[in-house]
């Protein structure tokens, strides 16, 4: 959030200095006037860094009173608590206040610098021919907008640069977002799909929660051995049931060697891989006897393999896991990393060999798979109607466990994703309208620069829809600019970030580039019309006059 913030703040001093550079070109013959009357450098440098504080404080000020605002709106439709500290006011205030200095640094030097004497001039029926004349030369008309857009971004670098800033950011916003999104979506579906169609999970807590409220999960009641054997006992639409515990960080030790502490413990029954889309990929499996027995056999992760026995083959061989000296069975198949976190960095072992020394507490789950001949909705009600009746729950209650199915997980998870998606480009939507504004503002200033400039041409024949084209053409080409550099900028940070950590892998489709453009575009010409606007309406006379 405080990089959101930082960006937010970053925008905003850029639009600060670019308002204060535009207010020093307004100013020009005002601050000759005061030098000639004896102001010193230092006067004109304060009174613009004054002028550029309080603008900055203003808007920090209608930031605090939106922040509470939110505050109060959140405490009273969402379980979330929001409170608001008097030090975080200051703060924020502080903040605006250190934004105005820094970024009116600039533009208060460069009215300091200015040289008083420096000039203040700111600068019958037509046929069918004649309908592909004027066809013509309407188009050359647009590309001559063009081409003179084009020459006043030139001619104005740094001005057009701080103008595009704000696009820039919105658009390499909704690039890298799209991006990162979607390789994460794709990421989940791969891993789900592992999962049957007719597999379902049985848990205390929630697989994905956004609703911070953990303390109702924790007062639930674990689920117990009682529990797996209540549900093959009472169920007769499902077919398979496999208890299953996990710990975390675990090592694994050979006579020779030892992994890192980040091997995951599994403990479960023979079923669990028919369940859980997990397949053995060398040796076996454990079996049923070796469940109830217990056994103390293993199946390991081929991280582990790697780690331990580089050289060969571990099939006969011992390891050290969780207390216990095991024989190694099995290997599975290779699954990959999701989010860095590798998943063949796991020993599996039967579920009644791991709690002889480690406490089931809450780590247990249950999981499910439906017979075939039924459908999952069916299996799944008698195993709410088994668990209701074990935790002694009212017709009013309720359920105080989670039943998972893959289809509720991805639904989930593409609501958190979603979330998180929406506010990134409500901020890249605020970076789009603050570059909006400064297109906006450069135009205003360009329609003044060149108010002699349109009187010219009115007088030469020029109608208001040609200047008022030619304007928007302008801005779009300002703002299309920006979109171009912002969509260049997202997606080189997507591949940098893509080769550097390697743990979430990006997609950028050509729908998110179009879609940035786009909307680049569009902030042009919204923006753009009221300028395009102003000059198209300017007199002619009253032009030619303007000094």
């Keep these: 959030m405080f990089g959101v913030a930082t960006i937010s703040l970053l925008v905003g001093g850029v639009g600060i200095m670019n308002i204060m550079l535009v207010s020093v070109t307004e100013r020009t013959r005002e601050i000759g006037v005061r030098k000639a009357v004896g102001a010193r450098r230092s006067y004109i440098m304060l009174q613009f860094l004054i002028e550029a504080v309080v603008l900055s404080c ?84 647009s590309f001559e907008s063009l081409k003179m857009g084009l020459d006043s971004i030139r001619a104005n670098k740094l001005r057009s640069i701080l103008t595009c800033l704000g696009i820039i950011i919105g658009v390499a916003t909704v690039i ?23 597999s379902f999970f049985l848990k205390k807590y929630p697989s994905i929660n956004v609703s911070f409220d953990w303390r109702k999960f924790r007062k639930r009641k674990d689920m117990t051995m009682a529990d797996v054997r209540a549900l093959r006992a009472q169920c007769p639409s499902v077919e398979l049931v496999s208890p299953t515990v996990v710990y975390w960080n675990e090592i694994v030790r050979s006579k020779h060697d030892k992994t890192d502490p980040n091997v995951m413990l599994v403990g479960a029954e023979s079923v669990y891989p028919r369940i ?8 076996r499996n454990f079996t049923s006897l070796e469940d109830t027995s217990p056994r103390r056999v293993a199946v390991l992760g081929w991280d582990v393999v790697e780690k331990l026995f580089p050289y060969g083959s571990p099939i006969g061989e011992y390891v050290r896991a969780g207390g216990f000296r095991l024989r190694v069975i099995g290997i599975l198949e290779r699954r990959g990393a999701i989010f860095g976190q590798s998943q063949d960095a796991i020993i599996v072992m039967p579920i009644q060999t791991v709690i002889k020394r480690h406490p089931l507490e809450d780590n247990l789950e249950i999981s499910i798979k439906a017979r075939p001949d039924v459908p999952i909705a069916q299996a799944m ?21 989670e039943l998972e199915t893959r289809e509720s997980i991805t639904k989930a998870w593409s609501n958190m994703t979603g979330s998180v998606f929406a506010a990134a480009i409500g901020i890249a939507m605020i970076s789009l309208l603050v570059g909006g504004v400064g297109i906006m503002n450069i135009m205003l200033v360009s329609v003044k620069e060149r108010t002699r400039e349109i009187g010219v041409r009115k007088a030469l024949g020029a109608r208001p829809k040609d200047i008022k084209r030619q ?48 909307f680049s575009i569009l902030v042009g010409i919204f923006f753009g019309v009221y300028p395009a606007g102003k000059a198209a309406k300017l007199d002619p006379i009253e032009a030619l006059r303007y000094e």
């Design 58 to 141: 203003v808007g920090g000020a209608i930031g605090v009173g939106l922040g509470f605002g939110v505050a109060l709106l959140i405490n009273a439709v969402s379980p979330v608590p929001a409170a608001v500290r008097w030090w975080s006011v200051w703060l924020g205030l502080g903040f605006a206040a250190a934004v105005g200095i820094i970024f009116g640094l600039f533009p208060a030097r460069r009215a300091a610098k200015k040289i008083p004497s420096s000039p203040c001039v700111m600068s019958n029926k037509p046929t069918k021919e004649d309908r592909r004349r004027l066809r013509r030369v309407r188009m050359r008309a």
């Design 176 to 198: 890298a977002m799209m991006g990162i999104v979607r390789g994460i979506d794709g990421i989940m579906t791969s891993e789900l799909n592992r999962i049957g169609a007719n």
């Design 276 to 283: 859980g889309g997990i397949y053995v990929e060398e040796g």
């Design 381 to 401: 009600d008698e195993v709410r109607s088994v668990m209701r009746v074990r935790h002694k729950l009212k017709i009013t209650d309720e359920d105080d466990f």
């Design 471 to 518: 304007f928007l053409i302008e801005a779009m080409a300002v703002s299309f600019l920006g979109g171009l550099i912002g969509t260049g900028l997202g997606v080189g940070a997507l591949q940098l970030f893509d080769k550097l950590s390697g743990v979430l892998p990006v997609e950028v489709t050509p729908f998110a580039v179009g879609l940035a453009l786009s």
